[in-house]
């Protein structure tokens, strides 16, 4: 099993941009399928982004779509989550996410998540 860390979220204003990042240690990252999803208060955990071991391939919720972008350094085992344009409803706790499968997006690990909060 892979151990997950979230860090970068904060408090942002609507329009602005963040940057998370996950540091991934345990069993060899590069193998495995990471993504970030996250939760708002009163409502279910949401997929946001997926990127495939190779760094190849990702996948995008539509409400993020052309806002967000994933990324992964296999060689310093992380991987991020670039988030511009920023608006009140991407307000969440947003969670690093290993060993997903990606035709239904279920992991077997996760981080502990970090506190995204966009002001209008």
């Known amino acids: 099993q892979v151990q997950l860390v979230e860090s970068g979220g904060g408090l942002v204003q609507a329009g602005g941009s963040l940057r998370l990042s996950c540091a991934a240690s345990?069993?060899?990252?590069?193998?495995?399928?990471m993504a970030w999803f996250r939760q708002a208060p009163g409502k279910e955990r949401e997929f946001v982004a997926g990127i495939n071991w190779i760094g190849g391939g990702t996948r995008y919720a539509d409400s993020v779509k052309g806002r967000f972008t994933i990324s992964r350094d296999n060689a310093k085992n992380t991987v991020s989550l670039q988030m511009n344009s920023l608006k009140p409803e991407d307000t969440a706790v947003y969670y690093c996410a290993a060993d997903c499968r990606p035709d239904s997006w279920h992991c077997a690990s996760w981080g502990q998540g970090t506190q995204v909060t966009v002001s209008s």
């Open positions: 345990g069993r060899t990252f590069s193998w495995y399928v």
